[in-house]
DNA sequence: TCAGTTCTCAAACGTATGTTTCAAACAGAC
DNA sequence: GTCTGTTTGAAACATACGTTTGAGAACTGA
């Protein structure tokens, strides 16, 4: 072979420690053991740790980026000039990433940790490097969000997308936890595409909330700011 | 002094190194220089890094958690018999966190953001801690919040709880740089109240959104699971 | 077959970490 | 002033990390 597969095994090996402990706790040593290769050959193939990690995202957000780019073409397409609205928008994208092809059964829920863990973990070089590879289609969902929300002031509109990501990110980077516990308190089984379909009426509805709070007649004495 | 101020001192200076870096990437050094004290006063003093940590959360979430205890007390109280509702509910949570005593103008952002990296950061040891710490105002909490949404199923209430659970957490643990971003693009000033008080609306409307997605017909042609 | 390249392996390197040690400095009580 | 328990200080400890090395194996193309 031209390639040989040691590099996929890495990569299998690093997506999966790292969406479990994070990038700064999970060592070498761990990979390699994982993926039983000799500890040398993380550097010799990607040159690095943070190459490594970069080359865990690239090797998921590359495809997915594509598959997205065609989705919100064919959006755009179907609606005739019409800006999508929000419900669809979202869901386009939420479609979009549950159809990626997945390696295994754990699939999107691996990979929406990483994301997630990119988000709250520090790691400049990470943000920077997805930033610049994969800003494109980022800011595409961000003019469409604008377009599907026009009677939203754009301070509203920043706030409310910080909300929306932080329920998708927080959600789905603990999505397999969360499910167990479900079925542990309740008997319900349930799926990352299911937690989906529950996630984005909830966004959906929160974007379009009233303007501001008004606070409880109760408690109107207290200051608020 | 009886308890010299060096504890003091570790505690100020690991809660914000923390709350920048996270736990694994901030070292007993990094702590103990910019407390301008011995290395080994850390390990006198606490025992250990883990139980520094407990430390810096014990030392916010003691008093919030008696602060909260009360609050709700009230709550109850005013309401006599009849149950919160939720905008009350989450206001009352929100406005005990914005009105706990601040050591400095960074305050309630900072343990915001150590929050949310509890959450996120694995971390076993201090999940558990937290749980057998502070469990009791948290449950009772989840039991306002089951008395303020009578209408939704066990299940919905619970993943919805999550998204409430995830924005929350995800956009105050950021939201110093959230508030730096919005003047920079926008020229607004925005303050931690306020990022409350828009939260706290986009929250309650997610909570009473109609029941799960209706996939928009434009897409119904493809498998949702 | 054989030269040239690509890859693997065990071992070591330098550095940083959390923790421990033990002597010196300090505090308050008598 | 001396004694006793508490706190600090500089140094070292053991361990784990990411990375590098250089020799050998495995593969490639002619």
Redesign the pocket.
Known sequence: ????D?VDRILDAAEELFAERGFAE?????ITSKAN?????????F????ALIHAVFARFLTPFSSTLEVAFDELEQKCQGQPPTLNQTLWVLTESAIRMPQRNEKGISIFMRLLGLAYTQSQGHLRKFLEQEYGQPFSRFMSLLKEATPELSAVDRYWRIQFMLGATAFTMSSSDALIDILDNKLGVQASVQEIAARLVPFLAEGMKAPDKLQVPPMLSGTTVA
Not at 1 to 4: I, K, L
Not at 26 to 30: D, E, I, N
């Open positions: 072979m031209a390639q040989s040691t999970t060592s070498l040593r761990m290769v000799n500890l040398a050959a993380v550097n010799y193939h040159g690095s740790k943070n």
